[in-house]
DNA sequence: CCGTTTCTGAAATGAATTTTAGAAGCGGCC
DNA sequence: GGCCGCTTCTAAAATTCATTTCAGAAACGG
């Protein structure tokens, strides 16, 4: 199944889009652009007429054209030839497909590597959710009369401030906690037992974080916590758990499985308060065009 | 999406097969010659230029016209950009697909969904990367000597963050930039050549951040986007682009598979700087320790 | 800083395609 | 059998499209 594709270019590939990928350093920076907009919706793009695929991507035709003669063809009718093949193949096969034309370079092999880690990461952090404990966070993510803080560690803030930014937009009473100045002790004095503190906290976990979180669950917080499976010691104290698996290859966790988790529990909350967050949404629209 | 199919002639049909089967005794018996060829593989006959078709169906070029036209549409142009959007809406519509809420069994089969859709973005997202792109990204960035700044949107910066906290630890000269205030001007003016922008934008998409990264541009620093297949606008001036899938069963979009790209690119960057990375790392272990 | 090379878009050209117009073929009906 | 309406094709017209040319602009290297 591999080697079958076309040669073009002196270089074999099994699509137009393949090839332009592989060979994207080749072209000039107009053509470039015309190379994104076609791979941004392959083939579509490309089955219009030049002068359309042009005006899409911000250019003259002449650089349309450039761009399939340096792909090797003999000009646009023939490229939008291919594209119809192509697409009448894969209609009829819709199974094959996997990167055989750059499995050759070991960057491309790397990206599949990550890409397959990071995709189990996803499946076994989902499938080992318990529901339960996913509803129960999402009614109090949903409870607009509970305020909610959230706070992260060096890596988990950007998560954190991910999930606030959200949350805001479908409700109120929603802020962003800074666990490494000394200001968060104003926040957390005035918590209590209605209060929702979202702490996220993986390896290494920080100790301002985990101090945060005791602080506000002595004053009778509710703590949901986003941890890595070897779990922060925040799970102590916490009242629901989501764990996720972090594991790749690379010298740094990935949040990839926690940041499915959080959009998860987003959509999950957004539907829940729909009809007064439809209306914020498009009450915040108006002011966004104010 | 059921019933809000296109009217033509009177008739509703949610695509031109089916209401060229549905009329098919309104044609002359040439035409239908030309229903027929056009049905037996469709829609890609119909993709091919009037002339082709009509030789396929073993009619003359104005027959293949009036066919057309008594399907109620003006010429033969748009009858191949309906194809063509027909074509895109079936290829899309799979993978996006959103369910309806109560055909859902419960919670645990909408977690499922949601994970399968991320997969599908993660799976995607990374086939469709342009390994010669995010090589001359990661040299970017692996460049100590080129100072970094990052950017993102209202949904985007927690990435641009992400980003951030981890290229700090493994090279100096990265700064956060925040397009929603002014005083992005101040860092701005002092960029040059060597200067890079990581700009991230997705729709909607920001005004700010756009400004923000053509005014980089202008003063000729080099432009890395991050966005979705919708493009946004910043490609026309970004020199290097890379673009994630963000579909899924929920009402704002997922930046999982964005998410995925950069960590992927921070493993290669951290991996290209490894002998420098790992002394600033164990300096920083210190610094931590005291 | 200047000459060289490369790149890009505007305008002009030429080809291809859609579209229109007119004539020939075909069948049915008086 | 001849007239009439419908259908279909051939041929020419008009339009759109792809392509080439060329000049200006930008990037590059010295």
């Known amino acids: 199944m591999s080697g079958d594709g076309s040669e073009i270019a002196g270089v074999t590939a099994d699509s137009l889009a393949s090839l332009v990928r592989?060979?994207?350093d080749k072209f000039t920076?107009?053509?470039r652009r015309v190379c994104h907009v076609l791979l941004s919706n392959y083939p579509f793009a490309g089955l219009e007429t030049a002068a359309e695929l042009a005006a899409r991507a911000g250019v003259s035709a002449p650089t349309v054209l450039r761009f399939v003669a340096r792909l090797g063809l003999s000009g646009?009718?023939?490229f939008q030839k291919r594209l119809r093949e192509e697409l009448e193949?894969?209609?009829i096969a819709p199974a094959a497909k996997h990167r055989p034309a750059d499995e050759a370079t070991g960057a491309a092999a790397a990206l599949?590597?990550?890409a397959a880690a990071v995709k189990g990461n996803v499946t076994r952090t989902m499938d080992d959710v318990a529901v339960s404990e996913f509803e129960a966070i999402a009614t109090l993510l949903a409870d607009p009369k509970r305020p909610i803080h959230c706070v992260g560690g060096r890596f988990t803030e950007p998560l954190a401030l991910y999930l606030v930014r959200h949350l805001r937009i479908v409700r109120p009473d929603v802020t962003m906690l800074d666990a490494m100045?000394?200001?968060w002790g104003d926040h957390v004095i005035n918590m209590d037992k209605r209060?929702?503190?979202v702490a996220f906290d993986i390896r290494r976990y920080q100790t301002d974080v985990i101090q945060l979180a005791e602080n506000a669950a002595a004053r009778g917080a509710s703590v949901v916590l986003f941890t890595d499976t070897w779990l922060s010691p925040i799970v102590r104290i916490a009242r629901h758990v989501l764990s996720s698996q972090v594991g790749v290859p690379s010298n740094f966790d990935s949040t990839v499985a926690m940041l499915a988790l959080i959009e998860a529990l987003i959509a999950r909350v957004t539907?829940?308060?729909w009809p007064t967050a439809k209306l914020r949404m498009e009450a915040l629209e108006k002011l966004r065009g104010a």
């Open 89 to 91: 193949a894969r209609l």
């Open 271 to 273: 539907d829940d308060l």
């Open 76 to 78: 646009y009718p023939e």
């Open 29 to 31: 920076p107009t053509e």
């Open 112 to 114: 599949d590597a990550f």
């Open 181 to 183: 100045t000394a200001t």
């Open 195 to 197: 209060d929702v503190l």
């Open 22 to 24: 592989v060979q994207l």
